[in-house]
């Protein structure tokens, strides 16, 4: 019994430094990945622009019977 204690703690304490260890390096990887995930900013304002400028331009073209298909489609809308 007396060899059993030492050695289960001696596990315990390998164990406990595999884990810390196990964690500096997570967290060194997470950090070196979030440094370099800046993002795509000007590709999103760009999508954004242009889905505006669409918007825009259909707007434009098509504005009366968009209304109307609305007005039409509200109209036929049923419920209690």
Known sequence: MNLIQPLATSVTTLA???VAAAFVVLDGLHRRVAEQERGDVPG???ITLMTAGLVTILWKLAGDQLATLFTQAM???TGP
Request: charge should be neutral; hydrophobic fraction near 80%.
């Open 16 to 18: 406990a430094a595999i």
């Open 44 to 46: 999103w304002v760009l």
């Open 75 to 77: 109209g036929s809308v």
